[in-house]
């Protein structure tokens, strides 16, 4: 049943292809009292089943009214090339034997062929139809012959494990794969051979089968692997072509040239030698007869012409008419030829093109109505009046300080906020570059949602932070509450973060290890300012590399101020829901859920950490016990191996005495007790002390040097340093990577 199948599949395009040829339309394709059919396969002129009947005896056909299926068979010029169907198109389909390959379970050859098919004059096989095909899972093959009179070979391989392998239709190599065949080849022979002889595919499949086929008419199927061997020809396209001269060589003898219609044209075909011809456009039938080309009448297919009104047949082309009262637009339509008509199509067309301006103009003018309400909205929902009201109770100086800009102004700056624009992203929203009208260069961040209850604690932060002038905290400049989200706008850092520049290593080496004190002196010194000298002291609650920006100098400036918290004279901690950055956070703070400023102080021993050892506060890359840096460091200290982790273009002689008291300094920072650890005003001052050369004097105590031993070991004073401590080049980086 499944062979069944298979023939009907490979026979039924080929009996549409006939019927295809049989229906044009009623015209006569062969010559006059001679058989233009055998049996069902036409037989249009210049073939013909006689030489009275045929151009020449290239095209000579052989009607076999004998065979066993009692169905005529046709033959070319009495060879053995079968005949399918023949096309006025210039190409005939002719069906070639199937090769075989089949070997016993054992190994032993059983059976195989290498059928070929040698094309005479005038007879060129179609090298874009068809395809050469292998099918089997352990078979290669080559079709080779003759092409212009020179020898020419080619191939392809198809193997598979397991039948699950194949896939339906699939021809690429498992089970089945096909190649393209060279142009203006006459000789095809097929040669198939075995890598195994089937020894390992021989449950399911013993036999390998090639052919040059039709590309339209065969599609794999693993069910050829087996069904294949009951199939003895498929077919495969051959052009053909009149004698072996060129269109323009042709014409010039007249008793000759094929063309007789008058009504026809020549062509020169692409693939072999040879000519042929065609009815022109508006004419079809037989351009090799005498008045073979008739007119078609596109009257009567609605499909063949575009007429809106009456269409008349003419020789070769119809003409489109218009009854009386109308006459043609020039486009195959009617018009009414009246005045009254046209100034009515004007007056409405004046009319329609007048409801589409109002229409336009009301639509535009509703949308912007709509936008100012809606940037109305997002003004009060964003704290607008809280934020225009806490400015006149205060200093009308602040007025100046906080520019509230519009969003137009935003998006004008910022291209729409084009994804090229975009600096930073983090866990509080997007940083976008923006060139304002004055070409000034500033910093956008585009917050995420706010939580409405949150809007008043927004509007106090934005007016102490306009109120917080510190030279090392990045400035903020204004605010636009007109989007949906508030957009805070600062100055712009074009140097990168301190992260960058550690973890960097083409910019870590230009860190030198004075850049590194300044910049952490420095931002300590904010931190001890937003502490203790703040009119309301500020909690960063997010202190990290990330978020200390560096300008040409090297100069550090804090940022990222969406997780602080305010905290009222007469508290000394609040409670808060965790926030912050892994690997940054106060283990206190995460157990306690208790912010004081004491967890900022903790961050800036972790940022300190960076600062000496160049490692990140986190790495998961590395092993166990130095994934969190804080631990390992006070790891390293217990186990007398600080210099090991330290970063090694910081070390020599001249910078030891200051980077044994910044580790000193470290590890008291880090402290699990908050209590146990040093504010951030003590910190800045011996960060400060040691940029000056001394020592500060709450850090000093008793027997210093056996202190020293016991956290960083004995061999301290056995350690060699480098001489080399100058200072990098200064590079200045456009690009910033974290958010503000």
């Not at 075989?100 to 059983?110: E, Q, S, T, W």
Request: aromatic fraction near 10%; charge should be neutral; charged fraction near 25%.
């Amino acid at each position: 049943m499944a062979n069944n199948k298979f023939m009907i599949l490979v026979l039924l395009p080929i009996f549409f292809i006939s019927k295809s040829v049989v229906s044009v339309s009623n015209f006569t394709l062969a010559k006059p009292n001679c058989t233009d059919h055998c049996g069902k396969i036409p037989i249009p002129y210049p073939f013909g089943l006689t030489d009275e009947c045929s151009l020449n005896e290239y095209f000579l056909v052989t009607c076999n009214e004998t065979s066993r299926s009692h169905r005529p068979k046709a033959y070319l010029m009495n060879l053995s090339i079968q005949i399918s169907n023949i096309s006025l198109d210039g190409q005939i389909r002719v069906l070639q034997y199937i090769a075989h390959d089949c070997y016993a379970p054992n190994g032993a050859f059983v059976s195989g062929n290498n059928p070929s098919i040698s094309l005479p004059d005038h007879y060129i096989v179609n090298n874009t139809a068809n395809k050469f095909t292998i099918v089997g899972c352990d078979t290669y093959g080559h079709v080779y012959g003759t092409r212009r009179d020179r020898n020419y070979i080619t191939g392809c391989t198809a193997t598979c494990d397991t039948k699950d392998d194949l896939l339906e239709g699939s021809c690429t190599g498992l089970g089945c794969c096909q190649m393209t065949i060279p142009k203006e080849i006459s000789f095809v022979k097929v040669k198939l051979g075995s890598f195994d002889n089937y020894t390992y595919v021989n449950d399911f499949n013993n036999c390998g089968y090639g052919f040059v086929v039709e590309e339209s008419v065969f599609s794999f199927s693993p069910e050829n692997l087996t069904n294949l061997r009951d199939v003895k020809k498929l077919p495969m396209v051959v052009d053909w072509g009149i004698k072996n001269e060129s269109c323009l060589e042709a014409q010039k003898n007249a008793s000759s040239y094929a063309c007789k219609s008058g009504n026809s044209e020549c062509s020169d075909p692409s693939n072999g030698s040879g000519y042929r011809c065609f009815c022109k456009k508006g004419y079809e039938g037989n351009p090799y007869l005498p008045d073979g080309c008739q007119d078609i009448d596109e009257c009567k297919n609605p499909s063949l012409n575009k007429c809106k009104g009456h269409c008349e047949n003419k020789e070769g082309s119809y003409r489109c008419s218009c009854r009386i009262g109308y006459r043609g637009d020039g486009n195959h339509g009617c018009v009414r030829d009246i005045l009254l008509a046209l100034k009515l199509v004007a007056g409405f067309a004046i009319g329609i093109i007048a409801l589409i301006f109002v229409a336009c103009w009301t639509y535009f003018e509703l949308r912007r109505r709509k936008l100012i309400k809606m940037k109305q909205t997002f003004f009060l929902q964003n704290g607008g009046l809280l934020l225009q009201e806490k400015l006149k109770k205060r200093d009308r100086s602040l007025l100046e300080m906080v520019k509230i800009f519009t969003s137009s102004e935003l998006k004008k700056a910022t291209n729409n906020f084009h994804e090229s624009m975009i600096i930073g992203k983090g866990g509080y929203g997007t940083v976008y570059k923006g060139v304002l009208q004055d070409n000034k260069i500033v910093a956008i961040k585009k917050s995420k949602e706010i939580d409405p209850s949150q809007i008043e604690q927004f509007i106090n932060e934005l007016i102490i932070l306009t109120q917080v002038r510190h030279r090392n905290i990045v400035c903020l400049l204004g605010c636009c509450l007109e989007t949906q989200v508030p957009l805070l706008v600062y100055e712009f850092i074009g140097n990168g973060t301190l992260y960058e520049n550690i973890h960097n290593k083409d910019k870590s080496r230009f860190l030198s290890w004075e850049k590194r004190l300044k910049i952490a002196a420095e931002t300590a010194g904010v931190l001890s300012y937003l502490h203790s000298a703040a009119s309301t002291p500020i909690i960063h609650r997010d202190i990290k590399s990330a978020n200390i920006l560096l300008d040409a100098l090297f100069t550090a400036k804090v940022s990222d101020f969406g997780a602080s918290r305010l905290v009222p004279m007469d508290r000394a901690q609040l409670s808060t829901m965790v926030q912050g950055t892994l690997g940054y956070l106060d283990p206190e703070y995460m157990q306690t859920s208790q912010l004081t400023e004491k967890s900022d102080v903790y961050s800036f021993g972790v940022v300190l950490l960076e600062l000496l050892t160049g490692r990140k506060a986190l790495s998961y890359d590395k092993p166990e016990e130095e994934i969190n840096l804080a631990n390992f460091f006070l790891y390293t200290l217990r186990k007398d191996r600080l210099f090991e982790i330290l970063e090694e273009n910081i070390v020599c002689d001249e910078t030891r005495e200051q980077i044994i008291e910044v580790s000193k300094l470290a590890k008291k920072c880090l402290n699990v007790r908050g209590d146990d650890r040093p504010t951030m005003k003590e910190v800045a001052m011996e960060l400060d002390t040691l940029r000056l050369g001394g020592r500060n004097s709450w850090a000093k105590v008793e027997g210093d040097q056996e202190e020293i031993e016991s956290l960083f070991g004995e061999g301290l004073n056995s350690i060699s340093f480098s001489d080399d401590c100058s200072d990098g080049i200064t590079v200045q980086d456009d690009s910033i990577r974290s958010y503000y």
